[in-house]
């Protein structure tokens, strides 16, 4: 029993963590005809303005917030308008918004296909937690924490075969950690970010002048290892690590806060 109690409060632990993150930000309508908007930026693609559509979809996203069209259509603009690295992006965040849309996973390794950035194989573990997203895994291992609370609650109130129990509290537990496993999977995913800048130099330092070790392409992924003043040290799919400025990659995770505070860099 001590154990299981355990195990639960770090679950939850786990859950509380995930959902007090401000990842993402859903949109509202707000004063603006966000319908209106949205038609315009269609329009300005199909017409082939592709960078009145991005200017369009980033100013529904700084005032509304992601959903994962805006970030689908936004992603689609940017491949069409030649800038890889954001068109990366944009899928990348679509897919944590929406991982089962097979519309945007297309796109996005098509891209990837003709720019060389195809991926080595996905473990299925990873495609396993790929199957959800983070928000979806955390209501999962809630309702599952709700579930093992309630049948431990009947069991001490009432009268159950000592093995029915077990076998009870045994599924929650094997569910339970399943789910938690793919919280943690999709969080990890979540604090990636994408090379936006073309042939960005990996640097031995995080000084201006430093010596490069080699250069990496625009639309990659990379994992943040730790950050010095304006720089970041990184770490890409293919195990090469060096240090990068900050102007050169963008989070795939980003609070409204984050948003409005680089519209007012620019």
Known sequence: MKGTLQLTRAAMALVLLVMSCS??????????????????????????????AIQIYEALISHAGFSASLCYNLANSYARNGQTGKAVLGYE??????PGDADIRHNLE????????????ISLVHRAGALLGLNQWAVLTA???????????????FSFSTGLSSSLTGLCLLLLGISSAGI?????????????????????SPFAGAA????????RLVRIIK??????LIKDENGRSGWIPNLFFEPIAMTMADIRKGNKNL
């Open 227 to 232: 950050s010095h003043d304006n720089y970041a």
């Open 93 to 98: 965040r679509a897919l944590r918004l929406a």
């Open 184 to 204: 943690a999977l999709q969080y990890q995913s979540w604090q990636q970010a994408v090379i936006i800048a073309p042939k960005a130099s990996l640097l031995i």
């Open 110 to 121: 098509l891209l990837r296909q003709e720019k060389g950035l195809s991926q080595e194989e």
């Open 143 to 157: 309702i599952l924490l709700a579930a093992l609370a309630l049948s431990q609650f009947v069991t001490w109130r």
């Open 212 to 219: 490069s070790t080699g250069v990496i392409e625009e639309g």
């Open 23 to 52: 990842l993402f930000v859903p949109c509202s309508a707000g004063e603006r005809n966000i319908n209106d908007d949205f038609l315009a930026a269609g329009k300005a693609y199909e017409a082939g303005d592709w960078s009145r």
